[in-house]
């Protein structure tokens, strides 16, 4: 039982390239998300998905997209990255909405 | 919208001390999450409290709520160095989780 797995932990992007972050879970949890940690801040809900094909806006959407196409899984795209994209990125599951959420271990993404 | 609050940001402790960290928030709430970060490290969920008045305790850390007073606290008792970490409150609103900006504790010998 790995619970939620990230992919890659750690990228180094140039301006204007693209990626994919991968998460993982083995819980069979219906809610999936992704936040972004910035120094000194707490967690910025960018999208997240209330089961398999389906996905919403979070606080923070712009400059990402996201895909649910199975349940286990939850991707994360930067189409164009800028330096502002520059931050830590965790992935989470929960059960139910609002329930406990399950931490992936995170992807330090830097864009020079 | 809702806004989180925490402070203090950032708590200096001597070993054997004991310190409270506040947690406010702006709108209404179904629920209160407390979670742990240690340095480099995901998120580790503490506590989880409920209602008006719940109080949740696990070795030295309390956490309790207040609902009309839109406030949770979480005490250490009698800190030690392992309980150095950086803590936040997440309030749930309509199912979605909004996060305070942390406070990071040092506990010093």
């Known amino acids: 039982n790995a619970g939620v797995t990230q992919t890659p932990k750690f990228r180094v992007l140039k301006t204007g390239q693209s990626m994919t972050l991968l998460c993982a879970q083995d819980?069979?949890?219906?809610?999936m998300y992704w936040y972004r940690q910035d120094p000194g801040m707490g967690l910025r809900l960018i999208h997240y998905s209330v089961g398999e094909g389906t996905t919403a806006k979070g606080e923070v959407p712009d400059g990402y997209n996201v895909s649910r196409l199975k349940k286990q899984n939850f991707l994360l795209g930067l189409e164009s990255a800028a330096p502002s994209q520059t931050s830590v990125y965790f992935c989470a599951s929960s059960a139910l909405l609002g329930d406990t959420q399950y931490f992936g271990p995170g992807t330090r993404l830097t864009v020079l | 919208e809702l806004k989180v609050e925490q402070n203090p940001l950032f708590l200096s402790m001597q070993e054997g001390k004991n310190y409270t960290i506040y947690c406010n928030y702006s709108t209404t709430s179904d629920r209160l999450y407390w979670y742990r970060q240690d340095p480099g490290k995901s998120l580790e969920s503490l506590f989880v409290?409920?209602?008006?008045?719940a109080v949740k305790q696990e070795g030295r850390l309390m956490a309790s709520l207040d609902t009309k007073a839109r406030l949770s606290t979480l005490h250490i008792t009698a800190a030690v160095h392992d309980l150095s970490a950086t803590y936040f409150c997440a309030v749930v609103n309509a199912g979605k989780s909004t996060f305070g900006d942390g406070t990071t504790l040092t506990v010093k010998p």
């Open positions: 409290l409920l209602s008006n008045g």
């Open positions: 819980m069979n949890h219906e809610y």
